[in-house]
C-alpha cells in the first residue's frame, strides 16, 4: 500500500539523482512528432521524457509502497515532530502513519538494480524510437510516436519484471562480450575519443573516453551499458567522465563512471569489470593507484576497487584503506562490501570494527570464519554456500540477513537482534541457535522445517515460516508484533500459534 509520504521533494531529488543524473527533462506532445527530422534530432530528449514517465508512475510508485525490502528508507515519524504540516498531524491523530522518506537509507543493492532498470530502459525506448524512425520514413508518413511508450507496456508494469528484464539484457550483454572478436574498423573510431590519463611501467594504462565511438567499443567488449547511446550526453556535457583500464594492446578490463566535482574531490559512482562484475583481481593494483592519485570520492563500487576512504584522526586527513589488508583493530567509520567477488573465503577481519553495514553476500563463501565480530549496522551473507553461521558477528546493531545459502544449522547466529533476521531459502530442519530476540521480521520460510522449537519467543515485526514440512506449530513465538504467515506446510492444528498477533 502507498504511504503518506511528508517529504515528497526527497524522493523526487533522489530520482533526479539517480534517473536522470541532474539532466532537466523536456516534456512532448503527441503534436510536436510530425517529422522524422524533428524526432531523430530530439532522440535523445524524447527517450529520456519516456523513462521519465516510466519513473514517475511505476519507480516512484514502488518506492513509496510500505513493503519488507522498503522499510528501512521508509521511516515512520512521530506526532512529536515540530513543523508538522496540517495534513499529516490529521493523519497521525486519526492513527494513520505517516513516513520520511531518507536516501542515505537507501540499499546500494537496490541503487545498483534502479541503475540497471535506467539503462535497459532507456536502450528499449531508444529502439523503439529508431524503429518508429524507419517505419515512418518506410511509408513516408509521419512518425505515430507514443510518449507513454514505457509507462504503458505490459513488459514494464511493475519494478519486479523490470528489474528481471533489465538482468536479463544484461546478461545477454555480457555473454555477447564473452565471445567478441577484435573489430578492427570499431577500434580505430574509437581512438579520436580516447585520451591517454595515466600510464604504467608494464604498458596498462588508463584512458578517458569522450565520444559515442569511444563508449560504443567500450561497451561492446565490456558487455555493459556505457554505449549504445545511454551516456552519450553525459559526457558531451561533462556531468560524467568515463575512464577505462587497458592493457597495451588497447584492450579494456575496468571502466570507472565518475561525476565531476567543481568544489571538491571528483566521485565514483561506478568501477565495472566484464559483463558488469568486479573487475579481476590481478587488475585492482592499478585501479587503486589511480584512485589514489586523483584523491577521488568513492560513493559506488567500493569492493571493486578494494578501497575506502576515511579521515584519519592522526594525520588529520582523508586516507585510503586497502580493505583487503586492514590493520588488526582498525574501526571503519562506514560501511564495508565484500559482495560480488567471487570470494571463497573472507580476509582476516575478525579484530576489526565495522560502524556501518558489513556484507559478504554473493560470493562463494563456505565459512564465515574472519568476519567482524562487531556491525553496528546489517550484516549480509546471502547467497552464498554457507552450512553454518560460525564466526558471524555476536553484535548487529540492525539486521541479519542469511538467506540462500546451504545452512543446516543457526548455531554461531547472534542471539540478539535489533532489525530483521533472514535465515529463509536454505536447509534448515532446526532452528536451534536462532536469536531469541529479534525487533523487527523474522524469516525461516523456504527450509525443510519440521518444527519451530529454537525460534525466537518474542518477534517485534512478521514471522513467516511458510514453504516448510511442519506438521505443528509447536515452538512458534508466543508474541508477534506483525503479521504471522504459516503457508504452505503440512498443518494438521494451529495448536501452538501465537496468542498475541
Known amino acids: 500500500m502507498p504511504v503518506n509520504l511528508i517529504n515528497e521533494k526527497a524522493l523526487n531529488e533522489y530520482l533526479t539523482d539517480i534517473i536522470y543524473q541532474g539532466q532537466p527533462i523536456e516534456t512532448f506532445t503527441k503534436g510536436e512528432f510530425n517529422s522524422v527530422d524533428y524526432v531523430r534530432q530530439n532522440k535523445d530528449a524524447i527517450v529520456r521524457s519516456m523513462l521519465a514517465q516510466w519513473t514517475k508512475h511505476r519507480l516512484r510508485t514502488h518506492l513509496a509502497t510500505e513493503t519488507k525490502q522498503n522499510k528501512d528508507f521508509l521511516v515512520p515519524i512521530s506526532r512529536d515532530e515540530t513543523d508538522l504540516p496540517s495534513w499529516a498531524e490529521r493523519c497521525l491523530d486519526e492513527g494513520k502513519t505517516v513516513h520520511r522518506f531518507v536516501a542515505e537509507k537507501m540499499p546500494q543493492r537496490m541503487t545498483e538494480e534502479i541503475s540497471s532498470i535506467r539503462d535497459y530502459l532507456y536502450s528499449a525506448a531508444d529502439s523503439y524510437v529508431d524503429k518508429t524512425i524507419i517505419k515512418a520514413e518506410k ?60 600510464k604504467f611501467d608494464d604498458g596498462m594504462e588508463i584512458v578517458q573516453l569522450s565520444t559515442p565511438e569511444a563508449l560504443d567499443y567500450e561497451s561492446e567488449y565490456m558487455g555493459h551499458c556505457v554505449g549504445k547511446g545511454i551516456y552519450d550526453q553525459y559526457v558531451k556535457d561533462g556531468r560524467i567522465k568515463i575512464y577505462s583500464l587497458r592493457d597495451r594492446d588497447g584492450k579494456p578490463h575496468a571502466t570507472f563512471e565518475i561525476s565531476p566535482n567543481p568544489n571538491g574531490n571528483d566521485t565514483i559512482h561506478q568501477c565495472k569489470g566484464k559483463g558488469n562484475k568486479a573487475p579481476i583481481a590481478k587488475y585492482r593494483p592499478y585501479l587503486q593507484t589511480f584512485v589514489k592519485q586523483n584523491k577521488f570520492d568513492i560513493k559506488g563500487d567500493m569492493q571493486n576497487i578494494g578501497l575506502i576512504k576515511q579521515y584519519d584522526k592522526k594525520t588529520r586527513k582523508q586516507e585510503y584503506y586497502d580493505i583487503y589488508k586492514l590493520p588488526q583493530g582498525f574501526v571503519v567509520e562506514g560501511d564495508l562490501d565484500f559482495s560480488h567477488q567471487e570470494l571463497t573465503e573472507l580476509p582476516d577481519l575478525s579484530q576489526i570494527t565495522v560502524n556501518g553495514s558489513f556484507s559478504c553476500s554473493n560470493n562463494q563463501l563456505t565459512s564465515l570464519q574472519g568476519a567482524p565480530q562487531s556491525v553496528s549496522g546489517d550484516f549480509s551473507c546471502g547467497n552464498n554456500i554457507l552450512t553454518s553461521l560460525e564466526g558471524a558477528p555476536q553484535s548487529v546493531g540492525k539486521n541479519f540477513y542469511c538467506s540462500d545459502n546451504q545452512l543446516t544449522s543457526l548455531q554461531g547466529a547472534p542471539q540478539t537482534v535489533n532489525g530483521n533476521f533472514d535465515c529463509s531459502g536454505n536447509q534448515l530442519t532446526s532452528l536451534q541457535g536462532a536469536p531469541q530476540s529479534v525487533d523487527r521480521d523474522f524469516d525461516c520460510s523456504r527450509n525443510q522445517l519440521t518444527s519451530l522449537q529454537g525460534a525466537p519467543q518474542s518477534v517485534g515485526g512478521n514471522f513467516s515460516c511458510g514453504y516448510n514440512r511442519l506438521t505443528s506449530l509447536q515452538g512458534a513465538p508466543q508474541s508477534v508484533g506483525g503479521n504471522f504467515s504459516c503457508e504452505y506446510n503440512q498443518l494438521t492444528s494451529l495448536q501452538g500459534a501465537p496468542q498475541s498477533v
Do not use: F, V
Open 139 to 198: 511509408n513516408d508518413q509521419k512518425p505515430r510516436l507514443r510518449i507513454d511508450y514505457l509507462k504503458t507496456s505490459n513488459e514494464w508494469d511493475s519494478y519486479e519484471k523490470t528489474l528481471d528484464a533489465a538482468q536479463k539484457w544484461h546478461e545477454l550483454m555480457a555473454e555477447k562480450a564473452e565471445h567478441q572478436e577484435h573489430n578492427e574498423a570499431m577500434y580505430r573510431a574509437s581512438l579520436d575519443g580516447t585520451s591517454p590519463i595515466m
